[in-house]
């Protein structure tokens, strides 16, 4: 099948895709139901301040260069990036710090400034197993395209793998390795980010830790994280996609034959060969998709906490700041008991902030201004709160920690937007949580929704609903995947 081909969503997934396709000569349309390109990744403004809505973290910057090669394009031409230093700040509840820095040196020199010499030897061990445990599960498990249980059968890889920890949990691997527990914590508060408890989460995830403490963390020179879906759109129309903004997809059409094409919202009728869907893969299943594409893996999906997100617009800057602070809340366990064991319905009773303040995106403030965005973990809309009184409960808790932690009086704040679990769901994140689907054993590789409809040939999917997973790299990969079984069908 060489037809056209839909994708539904310019969110990075669907951008992605759109690439890999139209550099391989195809015919591709990109219908967004937005006004511009960017889906998770978003912008919003509040007065004269710009604000990311989505992700804070480039991590693995290769996965984008990667996506603009296939078109022939060069990163530093489309989207210039500079490496934050520090990466983080994490702040420990017990008064002290912990930088984590570009280099092994000069990361065991500050491990050694908080902890000792030999921790920082103890670290070094563990990062060098972290890096070791990224190389074995990337190409096998990551990059990769599986289908059936038995695609997982890679004896050689599947063994390194257990070797180098991936069965234990998280907690358990980094315990095995370092003492100093905020070190730990600082290894395994990344759990949070795949809707996981990191006592129970798979030591498969401590990639994720891998990829931020080891793999760098970056950002766009100029214009924020919402840079990153600007530069995909333009390149990928470059490439010959067209980019259709502002029409939502009504239906996706199928025959016996698999897919026909795809209704929009206005009456017109895109006929296509191939579909990719690369928006939230629940949603979708509740009206957008032809009865053939049911995936029992969603008979009874189980979705990640939510966020709570303060963005504030100051008159003045933060010297000495860091791009991103990760103050740790004391009831460790406590809080991710809430969030996950409790099925994520409670908001957490001292849960860790991240901080983010861009210094290095001069159009996000005014000259001599500034702006701050604070994430809580909280609840996501399964929970059954009134989010009307519990909204502004958890806004007045997060301004009186604020104001502790010494961020001043934001109440005061010439700017302020926030964004709680009933503003994601209006965004269309299924369950009120931008993090979508967890990534428990049961939602994982191919227990995960599938790539593609087995019984509805020619309509695949991409994003952070189906494998590998959340996060920039992951859903560029998603991407990758969703184009190459579109050029593989047509062979």
């Known amino acids: 099948m060489s037809g056209p081909v839909v994708v539904i969503g310019a969110g990075l997934a669907g951008l992605a895709a759109a690439i890999h396709l139209a550099a391989a000569g195809r015919d591709v349309t990109v219908v967004e139901a937005a006004d511009g390109p960017g889906g998770c990744c978003g912008t919003a403004s509040a007065g004269p301040y710009r604000f990311d809505t989505g992700p804070s973290v480039l991590t693995m910057p290769g996965v984008i260069e990667e996506t603009l090669g296939a078109a022939g394009e060069d990163l530093a031409s489309w989207l210039p990036l500079a490496e934050l230093d520090p990466y983080y700040r994490l702040a420990f509840p017990d008064g002290s710090h912990l930088d984590v820095l570009p280099g092994a040196g000069r990361m065991a020199a500050e491990v050694t400034r908080l902890s000792g010499a030999r921790e920082a030897e103890r670290y070094l061990r563990f990062r060098r197993q972290l890096e070791l445990l990224l ?3 990337w190409t096998p498990f990551v990059a990769r395209d599986f289908h059936r249980l038995r695609d997982l059968a890679q004896v050689r890889a599947a063994v390194k793998l257990a070797r180098l920890g991936a069965l234990r949990r998280m907690t358990g ?55 990153v879906p600007l530069a ?3 390149v990928a129309a470059k490439a010959g996609a067209q980019l259709r903004y502002g029409i939502p997809a009504e239906k996706v059409l199928a025959g ?9 919202a206005d009456g017109e009728l895109l006929r296509a060969s191939s579909v990719i869907v690369a928006a939230d893969l629940p949603a979708a299943h509740r009206g957008l998709l032809p ?29 000495g700041q860091a791009h991103h602070t990760l103050h740790l809340g004391p009831d460790w366990t406590g809080t991710f008991d809430a969030l996950t064991r409790r099925g994520a319905v409670q908001p957490g009773p001292d849960p860790s902030l991240l901080i983010t303040a861009p210094s290095h995106d001069p159009d996000a403030a005014p000259a001599g201004h500034a702006t701050l965005s604070v994430l809580e973990p909280t609840a996501n809309l399964l929970g059954g709160h009134d989010w009307a009184v519990t ?32 503003r994601w769901a209006a965004r269309g994140h299924g369950a009120g949580t ?27 999917f991409a994003g952070a609903g189906t494998a590998p997973g959340i996060g920039v790299p992951m859903v560029l990969i998603s991407g990758r995947l969703a184009a190459r079984a579109v050029l593989d069908t047509a062979r």
């Not at 370092?178 to 990344?190: E, G, V």
């Not at 016996?256 to 929009?264: F, H, K, P």
């Not at 007045?396 to 009933?422: F, K």
């Open 232 to 234: 995909l759109a333009d």
């Open 391 to 422: 909204t502004p409960r958890l806004r007045d808790r997060l301004l009186a920690r604020l104001g502790r932690l010494g961020y001043g009086d934001l109440d005061q704040a010439p700017a302020e937007l926030i964004m709680d679990p009933p």
């Open 173 to 227: 691997l980094a315990e095995h390795y370092l003492t100093d527990w905020r070190l730990i914590r600082a290894h395994t508060f990344q759990a949070l980010y795949v809707g996981l408890d990191p006592a129970r989460a798979p030591g498969i995830y401590s990639i994720v830790s891998t990829m931020d403490t080891v793999g760098g963390v970056h950002i766009p020179a100029r214009g924020g994280m919402h840079a």
């Open 135 to 137: 190389e074995a599960e």
């Open 256 to 264: 016996a034959s698999g897919v026909t094409g795809v209704w929009l």
């Open 291 to 319: 009865a053939g594409a049911a995936d029992w893996r969603l008979l009874r999906p189980h979705f990640a906490p939510s966020c709570l997100v303060a963005h504030f617009g100051l008159d003045h800057q933060l010297p």
């Open 434 to 460: 931008p993090f979508g689907l967890d990534h428990r054993l049961s939602q994982t590789a191919w227990l995960r929704p599938r790539r593609s409809a087995r019984r509805v040939p020619g309509l695949h």
